[in-house]
């Protein structure tokens, strides 16, 4: 079992660029969840699906981020026109049962 | 939605001795409540966990205790080690079953002196 995985784990863009995150769950497991951490913020929360179907997207914000899980397999969170502010390490995780969640090792994400 | 505190956000302790970090929460549905570790350049990792129909559970050196009343829970590592340096995250979800989302407090660096 080689756990989550995250691809790639560093990505540098140029302020307005775009940028996709690929994530790889465990296999069998139901749930997917996206997480950035930041030192200000911490581990903050932006969305969910369970099933392939999103569940929660309250910790999206609106206008430029947008996460998909188009199979079983594997989910995309994408940000539009990336901003400094976007810089963060994106974590996702997937959960088969009682919420325990298993972290992949993340994506670096350097907005200059 | 939950909204939950971690203090403190910086801890030093001294090898042998015990550590204790503390979190609240608000919203009275939660009902599940895990810690996560994490090491530097590393992805968290779940390390312990309680539930509601508990208010207290120990593995090992690792002992959680669990106040829904006051809507508290904490951490407690006894007889610490500089292995156990790390960030520590406690967590709140309301949901008892596969996906629901975890609601993360600020994290706790804690430093182990030897």
């Known amino acids: 079992n080689a756990g989550v995985i995250q691809t790639p784990r560093h990505k540098v863009t140029g302020k307005g660029q775009e940028a996709t995150l690929w994530c790889e769950p465990i296999?069998?497991?139901?749930?997917v969840f996206w997480y950035r951490q930041t030192i200000v913020q911490g581990l903050e929360f932006l969305t969910y699906f369970r099933n392939q179907a999103p569940i929660d997207d309250s910790g999206m914000p609106k206008e430029r981020f947008s996460a998909q899980m188009p199979n079983q397999s594997h989910s995309t969170l994408k940000i539009q026109s990336t901003q400094p502010q976007d810089s963060a390490v994106y974590l996702c995780?997937?959960?088969?049962?009682?919420?325990?969640?298993?972290f992949g090792a993340g994506t670096r994400l350097s907005v200059l | 939605g939950e909204q939950v505190e971690q203090l403190p956000s910086i801890l030093r302790v001294q090898e042998g001795s015990s550590a204790s970090i503390n979190c609240s929460y608000e919203?009275?549905?939660?009902?599940?409540f895990p810690w996560y570790k994490q090491e530097p350049g590393e992805n968290p990792k779940l390390i312990i966990d309680i539930r509601s129909n508990m208010e207290r559970k120990q593995i090992q050196e690792l002992i959680v205790l669990l106040d829904k009343k006051a809507k508290r829970f904490s951490l407690h590592i006894t007889d610490t080690q500089p292995g156990d340096s790390a960030m520590y995250f406690c967590?709140?979800?309301?949901?008892?079953?596969?996906?629901?989302?975890?609601?993360f407090g600020g994290g706790t660096r804690l430093t182990v002196r030897p």
């Open positions: 919203d009275s549905a939660s009902n599940y």
């Open positions: 296999s069998g497991h139901s749930a």
């Open positions: 967590a709140a979800s309301d949901r008892n079953n596969a996906g629901a989302k975890l609601t």
């Open positions: 995780a997937s959960s088969l049962r009682q919420n325990t969640l298993y």
